[in-house]
Structure formats: C-alpha cells, structure tokens
Nanobody, 124 residues
Framework: QVQLVESGGGLVQAGGSLRLSCAAS????????MGWFRQAPGKEREFVAG????????YSSDSVKGRFTISRDNAKNTVYLQMNSLKPEDTAVYYC?????????????????WGQGTQVTVSS
C-alpha cells in the first residue's frame, strides 16, 4: 500500500509560480510511475504530467507544456510539479497519483493510488 500526501497549493496571481510536492510512503515508490492530475469545478479529472520510475521519461499535456515540469527524488520518496507562468485556467484541485508499473500512462484509471488533492487558485 502506498499513501500519497500533496502539499504546496495556494493562491497565486496570474504569471506566478508554485511548486507542488507529493510525499509517498512505502518502499516501492522508486519502481512506480507517478502522475499529476487536476480537476476544475464541473470538469473531468485531466492528466497534467507524468514521470517514469527512474525519472528518465516525462510527459506533459499540451495545456501545460513549456510551463510545468514534473520531477522526482526517489531518495526522498517525493515527486514535484513546478508550475510557472500560471494562468487562471490552471485553477483546480491537483492530485498526485502512483501507478504500480514503471511507465507513464495518461488515463486516470491506470493509476492505483491517489492523494487527497491540493487546491491551486490563480487569480487574474
């Protein structure tokens, strides 16, 4: 069993930056692919970014490409999402997810463990 705890959300002005962190429990973190998803009110949960077990492969959705960067530190059992040039449309609850597989997938059903979410609000 893996438990995930996100932190780092908050209120920021458009153009600003935030860094989300996701701390994982369990000894198997380093063998799992990790992902960040987000869900805005009235919308479906969407894939934001993913990273393979060793951090070599990453993937970001078109809506955040060039602005958000996913990374991980397996020694600290932590995955990060650096968010720059934030826009009001980035406002959502952001979720960290772990997949019992080394490789990235985009679908939320491909992920086995989820954090409780952290709110990100971008004001215009």
């Amino acid at each position: 069993q893996v438990q995930l705890v996100e932190s780092g959300g908050g209120l920021v002005q458009a153009g600003g930056s935030l860094r989300l962190s996701c701390a994982a429990s369990g000894r198997t973190f380093s063998s799992y692919a990790m992902g960040w998803f987000r869900q805005a009110p009235g919308k479906e949960r969407e894939f934001v970014a993913g990273i393979s077990w060793n951090g070599v492969n990453t993937y970001s959705s078109d809506s955040v490409k060039g602005r958000f960067t996913i990374s991980r530190d397996n020694a600290k059992n932590t995955v990060y999402l650096q968010m720059n040039s934030l826009k009001p449309e980035d406002t959502a609850v952001y979720y960290c997810a772990a997949r019992r597989n080394p490789f990235i997938r985009h679908g939320s059903r491909e992920y086995d463990y989820w954090g409780q979410g952290t709110q990100v609000t971008v004001s215009s």
